[in-house]
């Protein structure tokens, strides 16, 4: 079964929204998303990450950390109001989101990213689909933009695999879903 | 200048608010909390006054001095520890060692910053913490992250609150899950 990795940027207050305006990212955090995207082969994205990462990634040239492995991948998108696909080696899911990913996760391949796309996580979650749930937490809080878990959001226990505090003071918290227990 | 300390257990959603029923006072009974406890000794063991909310002071009144055998050492900390209650309605506390603060919040909280002393701690207290934190007066905040997401309740940061930046100071990882992050207003 491939593994679906979710990593999100948040600030303290669980603000996702336009993380470029206020990311912290160091060589600890390039060296940790690099491994992740080098165990990977497939991108998922919902429609809102997807195009700022199609007018974003493009422009980069292979210099740029991660920049071959951004183009070069599939992308898949869950989206049914997307419109057009620009951004190289981009599909849709075609009809229900959740059994396509279940699909994909039982073919033969690597790992699965998904980055940003915070209501397309919070239903991979939801749907039991999700393996981590990897959290960059900045030292920020930003008072307004889009949270990635809502009010009204189902409950979720997980079960913490792994947190790290860099140096630049975001800590990462990596969280796999709580194993049922009798 | 003493320092100000929020303390709160947080849920990952960012929810502070524990009428949700996502943990038990003084540790939960399935998981081995002791790690947990010995981090809130140390807590205690390093500040002097305990500055809640009417609701939690209320809360805390009414569960703490009951227990029996109480070997979290919660139980005496409470009851000896100077306590201030933020309330303007307040007339008999209740408890030994409790002290009405019932002026502008500000001006108590500078004043009592201002006297010689260790930490001034605060827990749960939803409101008053809002308005410590609106009003800029918190020095470092220790949040006990638990593996959960609850959808509901009040969140420790509400919208429009603005915060100057964090300096992380220090994590550490329990055995249930929860980890705590330490952050000093810069």
Redesign the interface.
């Known amino acids: 079964m491939r593994n679906l990795k979710a990593w999100l940027f948040v600030t ?3 603000v996702m929204e336009a993380p470029e305006k206020w990311v912290m990212f160091n060589d600890e955090m390039g060296a940790s998303t690099e491994a992740d995207y080098a165990a990977s082969d497939v991108l998922l994205l919902g429609k809102g990450t997807y195009e700022v990462f199609a007018a974003s990634w493009p422009e980069r040239s292979s210099d740029v950390p991660n920049a071959d492995w951004m183009n070069n991948t599939p992308k898949l998108v869950a989206s049914t109001t997307l419109k057009s696909l620009d951004w190289q080696n981009s599909s849709l899911i075609e009809g229900d989101v959740a059994a396509a990913v279940s699909q994909l996760k039982q073919e033969d391949g690597k790992g699965i990213i998904v980055n940003g796309s915070a209501t397309l996580v919070r239903s991979l979650l939801r749907d039991g689909l999700l393996d981590e749930l990897q ?1 960059f ?1 900045h ?3 930003l ?2 933009g889009d ?14 695999a792994d ?1 790290q ?1 860099y140096a630049n ?3 990462s ?1 990596t ?1 796999t879903p ?1 194993v049922e227990t009798e | 200048m003493r320092d100000l300390v929020v303390t709160e257990n947080i849920t990952l959603d960012g929810v502070i608010d524990a009428a949700e029923g996502w943990f038990a006072p003084g540790g939960d009974g399935e998981d081995d909390q002791s790690d947990v406890l010995d981090a809130l000794r140390e807590q205690r063991e390093a500040a002097d006054a305990l500055l809640l909310g009417r609701v939690t002071f209320e809360q805390m009144r009414g569960y703490w001095p009951l227990q029996e055998n109480d070997t979290t050492g919660i139980t005496d900390y409470l009851n000896m520890v100077a306590k201030y209650v933020v309330s303007s309605t307040m007339d008999d506390p209740a408890w030994e060692h409790t002290t009405v603060l019932r002026g502008a919040l500000i001006e108590e909280i500078r004043e009592l910053k201002s006297h010689q002393g260790a930490d001034i701690v605060t827990t749960g207290s939803m409101t008053l913490v809002s308005d410590l934190v609106g009003a800029g007066l918190v020095d470092e905040y220790r949040l006990f992250v638990y593996p959960v997401v609850i959808g509901r309740g009040q969140r420790l940061f509400t919208d429009q609150t603005e915060v100057p930046k964090l300096r992380l100071e220090a994590t550490r990882r329990f055995r249930s899950g929860i980890v705590l992050l330490r952050y000093r207003s810069d």
Do not use: H, K, Q
């Open positions: 303290l207050d669980g959290l937490v030292p920020i809080v008072g307004t949270r990635l878990f809502v009010e009204g959001e189902d409950r979720a226990a997980l079960t913490l947190s505090a003071g975001v800590v918290l969280y709580a």
